[in-house]
């Protein structure tokens, strides 16, 4: 597709579980962003790679949160032991490369953890 | 530190009319950019405009504007003759120019265009 896929678009799970957030980037896009939004509030960073490395995770919240890119096109953002807390739509975006330019997003996933 | 405040959390106008979107940004960065991006209730932001720090000039876009000025910290947007399908969540965001830190978003401003 032209744009940024993310899946699944809606996820509820319990507490607990483990979830696999997807997100497809616009392709040559180098740059690759995961960005948490709260209800009501703006975007969050989370962790960005360049390539297939993490050039940045200091916004991961705590260990039960992984991202992995290995080929350095899709990238999944993993979840362990959900907890309430984590309820949020989780956005991705993509970029030529890393840089101040424009990131363009996809629809995001909305995780309910119930 | 990197930080974005929208005062406005939400805005309500009748259509056609202005309404100005305020941002006002702090950074200790000598250069940076700041952006605007409009989030409609589909949820994908959308990239509005990019202005680098170096230039101060007003932008015009069609119905769009931007007024950035450094003395006030401030970026604000504003929309002119405002339609129905400007409703959404506006958000204002910042980033260093190294490319090593992450875009720093604001809170949102919810702008509803009543016809």
């Known amino acids: 597709g032209a744009g940024v896929s993310q899946t699944p678009s809606n996820k509820v799970t319990e507490k607990g579980k483990y979830v696999e957030l997807r997100c497809d980037p616009i392709s040559g896009h180098t740059a690759l962003y995961w960005y948490r939004q709260s209800l009501g509030q703006g975007p969050e960073f989370l962790i960005y790679f360049q390539g297939t490395g993490a050039a940045d995770d200091s916004g991961l919240p705590n260990d039960r949160f992984f991202a992995v890119r290995p080929e350095g096109s899709v990238s999944t953002l993993k979840i362990q032991r959900t907890e309430r807390g984590d309820s949020a739509m989780y956005l991705c975006?993509?970029?030529?490369?890393?840089?101040?330019?424009?990131?363009?997003f996809g629809e995001g996933s909305r995780l309910t953890v119930l | 530190a990197q930080k974005v405040t929208q005062a406005q959390t939400e805005i309500s106008v009748v259509e056609k009319e202005d309404v100005t979107l305020d941002c006002v940004y702090e950074?200790?960065?000598?250069?940076?950019?700041l952006f605007w991006y409009k989030q409609p209730p589909s949820g994908e932001l959308v990239f509005l405009i990019r202005?680098?720090?170096?230039?101060?000039q007003n932008e015009i876009s069609g119905r769009y504007s931007w007024n950035f000025q450094k003395s006030t910290s401030s970026f604000n947007f504003t929309i002119t003759a405002s339609q129905v399908v400007d409703s959404a969540v506006y958000f204002c965001?910042?980033?260093?120019?190294?490319?090593?830190?992450?875009?720093?978003f604001g809170k949102g401003t919810r702008l509803s265009v009543i016809a």
């Open positions: 202005r680098n720090s170096f230039d101060e």
């Open positions: 950074t200790r960065d000598t250069t940076y950019y």
């Open positions: 975006a993509s970029s030529p490369s890393t840089g101040p330019g424009e990131l363009f």
């Open positions: 965001a910042l980033s260093d120019d190294s490319g090593n830190t992450p875009l720093v």
